[in-house]
């Protein structure tokens, strides 16, 4: 059995790769790259009674997986370039061999993946980071889960300039409904709900907008979105109203949030 373990700023995932079963995944929370990667490994062995003597060795990525020195528990212990990671994983869950990834996390990563060959062609600062900072100092709200809440309640018209606010028809292809600002049009009683909202959208949309340019680039239809922020509900409405403006497919697969550490298992 081969482990991968995704070691980031806050979540660390961990991916048990055996041929024979399906794909056996855990993750913790800890600001401590040591302690979360020995903490998600020490669960996933005890939660599926596991012995160190199954496991063949462990494969690292991450932002934290350089501040792990050496072997883990006397395994042998390989790091993994986190671009191959991503493409690697997004690839066996998408299970095609030509696609562009969105890998949402902190910020989000923008690859190719052509066949064998995986390119980062670059990304955007804009991610789950975002949603955090912005809420922390708009709302005073950390908490994801809060914010989330938040947002499904929030009206976009109370924030958001939209194309209709400021012409009398459709723009060229773009639909008055789409957004022409945001965060162009706050009303004075714009509610926590709605500035939950608009922290949503604003971030989606950059992601949505900067994926399809990269697809379109390399002449691509397909955008697969891994990483925490795949399986947000909101986002993925956001990204699929995008998908219908360009054409464009999103795929949002199974346990798209473990992509990387399956990546690095795999590679």
Same mark, same amino acid.
């Given at each position: 059995?081969?482990?991968?373990?995704?070691?980031?700023?806050?979540?660390?995932?961990?991916?048990?790769?055996?041929?024979e079963k399906?794909?056996?995944?855990?993750?913790?929370?800890?600001?401590?790259?040591?302690?979360?990667?020995?903490?998600?490994?020490?669960?996933?062995?005890?939660?599926? @009674?596991?012995?160190?003597?199954?496991?063949?060795?462990?494969?690292?990525?991450?932002?934290?997986? %350089?501040?792990?020195?050496?072997?883990?528990?006397?395994?042998?212990?390989?790091?993994?370039?986190?671009?191959?990671?991503?493409?690697?994983?997004?690839? @066996?869950?998408a299970? =095609?061999?030509?696609?562009?990834?969105?890998?949402?996390?902190?910020?989000?990563?923008?690859?190719?993946?052509?066949?064998?060959?995986?390119? @980062?062609?670059?990304?955007?600062?804009v991610?789950?980071?975002?949603?955090?900072?912005?809420?922390h100092?708009?709302?005073?709200?950390?908490?994801?889960?809060?914010?989330?809440?938040?947002?499904?309640?929030?009206?976009? =018209?109370?924030?958001?300039l939209?194309?209709?606010?400021?012409?009398?028809?459709?723009?060229?292809?773009?639909?008055?409904?789409?957004?022409?600002?945001?965060?162009?049009?706050?009303?004075?009683?714009?509610?926590?709900?709605?500035?939950?909202?608009?922290?949503?959208?604003?971030?989606?949309?950059?992601?949505?907008?900067?994926?399809?340019?990269?697809? =379109?680039?390399?002449?691509?239809?397909?955008?697969?979105?891994?990483?925490?922020?795949? =399986?947000?509900?909101?986002?993925?409405?956001?990204?699929?109203?995008?998908?219908?403006?360009?054409?464009?497919?999103?795929?949002?697969?199974?346990?798209?949030?473990? %992509?990387?550490?399956?990546? %690095?298992?795999?590679?």
């Open positions: 059995m081969v482990i991968g373990i995704d070691i980031g700023s806050t979540t660390t995932k961990v991916a048990a790769v055996n041929t399906d794909i056996i995944k855990v993750k913790t929370r800890a600001v401590d790259p040591i302690t979360s990667a020995t903490g998600a490994f020490g669960k996933l062995l005890v939660e599926n @009674h596991l012995s160190l003597d199954n496991i063949e060795r462990i494969n690292i990525t991450g932002v934290g997986a %350089a501040k792990i020195p050496g072997d883990l528990f006397g395994i042998r212990t390989n790091r993994i370039d986190e671009m191959t990671a991503i493409g690697t994983g997004g690839k @066996h869950l299970k =095609k061999d030509r696609i562009i990834i969105a890998n949402i996390g902190t910020g989000t990563a923008i690859l190719e993946v052509n066949d064998g060959k995986i390119t @980062h062609l670059g990304g955007t600062g991610g789950g980071g975002t949603i955090i900072g912005l809420a100092e708009m709302l005073s709200l950390s908490d994801y889960d809060t914010i989330m809440c938040y947002a499904a309640k929030g009206d976009l =018209k109370n924030i958001d939209h194309i209709g606010d400021i012409a009398e028809s459709n723009i060229g292809f773009l639909n008055r409904e789409y957004t022409a600002s945001n965060f162009g049009k706050i009303v004075e009683t714009a509610s926590k709900e709605d500035l939950a909202a608009g922290i949503l959208n604003l971030t989606y949309q950059v992601i949505g907008m900067v994926s399809v340019f990269a697809a =379109k680039s390399k002449n691509n239809d397909t955008i697969v979105v891994t990483g925490n922020g795949s =399986k947000n509900p909101i986002g993925q409405r956001i990204l699929n109203s995008i998908s219908k403006m360009y054409q464009i497919h999103y795929e949002f697969p199974a346990d798209a949030e473990y %992509a990387t550490a399956i990546g %690095a298992a795999k590679s």
